[in-house]
């Protein structure tokens, strides 16, 4: 069964930097295409960052995160994580990481994937 747990999640102050991290157990997450996506109060999940393949660093951010935020594969530690930088209070959200096969992801839609963690809080204070 598949199992993915987010972590970093934490209050921080605006122009703050927190680190997510999403962990997978029992496969090898490199194998997958991740992506973050992030739900804020009375609004609809919206997609943060994902990356597909392995083969390649190729990333999509949506335009409100670009320059701050960084995607990144640490096989490792069989985690995929979000950079977070100088973070804004509009950046708070419940941050979730979501998992499939790369053939079945063409772009950083929620829809695309099936797996998915039970989220980490980010709160930016002002």
């Known amino acids: 069964q598949f199992q993915l747990v987010e972590s970093g999640g934490d209050l921080v102050q605006a122009g703050g930097s927190l680190r997510l991290s999403c962990a997978a157990s029992?496969?090898?997450?490199?194998?997958?295409?991740v992506g973050w996506f992030r739900q804020a109060p009375g609004k609809e999940r919206e997609a943060v960052s994902c990356?597909?393949?392995?083969?390649?660093?190729?990333?999509y951010y949506t335009d409100s995160v670009k320059g701050r935020f960084t995607i990144s594969r640490d096989n490792a530690k069989n985690t995929v994580d979000l950079q977070m930088n100088r973070l804004k209070p509009e950046d708070t959200a419940i941050y979730y990481c979501a998992m499939d096969v790369p053939s079945v992801v063409h772009g950083c839609e929620s829809t695309e994937f099936h797996y998915w963690g039970q989220g980490t809080r980010v709160t930016v204070s002002s």
């Open positions: 029992r496969f090898n997450l490199d194998n997958y295409a």
């Open positions: 990356i597909i393949s392995s083969r390649n660093n190729d990333a």
